[in-house]
């Protein structure tokens, strides 16, 4: 996620090993926090950041701390909410990070209900300004011959705003044309797969807690 000035934050899933932003969505003459957590593997765990970054179109590399996720100490605190698409309630894995300090600090992470949507993150001791972000279940890459059971998730190799959740369960064949509307089916292999929208990440903050 990036937070700014004016409580600019914007949270974003990086699907490869590589992130292109658009020089319009930043201020070119601001500074930025970039502050960077693992969703489904490929880094370590807790937080990465990068403080004061500003762009510079002669910058190769970016240059994170980092720390892992901190146990804290004193009374238990929590923050609690409702995760919802369209006013219905979905199903989200919800994070809390702590910001007033001179590094950012991984406080908690939960699953929010999907009858309810409701979610309670807790941790021990911090008082303060938080982001709390939502994510959706991106799933994991198709790959032929992997063998799934109803309600994982499998996501495209090439990006297309969906995901595809498996109603049958069984053996993945190769990589089928992906429908893209939502609810419509599709086989691969012995696998049955209905697609479902994929949404972008949301944050919001920063709560005082």
């Not at 070119?28 to 970039?34: A, D, E, M, N, T």
């Amino acid at each position: 996620m990036l937070s700014g000035p004016e409580a600019l934050v914007r949270a974003i899933v990086v699907r490869d090993d590589s992130l292109l932003l658009a020089l319009s969505g930043l201020d070119q003459s601001l500074s930025y926090k970039i502050i960077a957590s693992r969703v489904d593997g490929g880094f370590q765990p807790g937080l990465w950041w990068i403080d004061d970054f500003v762009y510079d179109p002669g910058q190769l590399n970016l240059v994170f701390s980092s720390r892992g996720q901190s146990a804290g100490s004193g009374h238990q605190q929590t923050f609690t909410g409702l995760t919802t698409v369209n006013k219905s309630p979905v199903s989200r894995t919800v994070m809390a990070i702590a910001i007033d300090g001179d590094e950012p600090v991984f406080l908690a992470q939960t699953q929010s209900s999907e009858t309810t949507g409701q979610y309670t993150l807790q941790w021990q001791g911090y008082t303060g300004q938080i982001l709390v972000t939502a994510l959706d279940d991106y799933g994991v890459p198709h790959v032929a011959g992997a063998t799934h059971g109803v309600g994982e998730r499998v996501h495209p190799a090439t990006p297309n705003g969906f995901v595809y959740q498996i109603s049958v369960a069984g053996q993945l064949g190769m990589e089928p044309v992906w429908p893209t509307s939502a609810g419509a089916l599709v086989m691969s292999g012995s696998c049955q797969l209905v697609a479902v929208p994929f949404y972008r990440p949301k944050t919001v903050g920063p709560v005082v807690v």
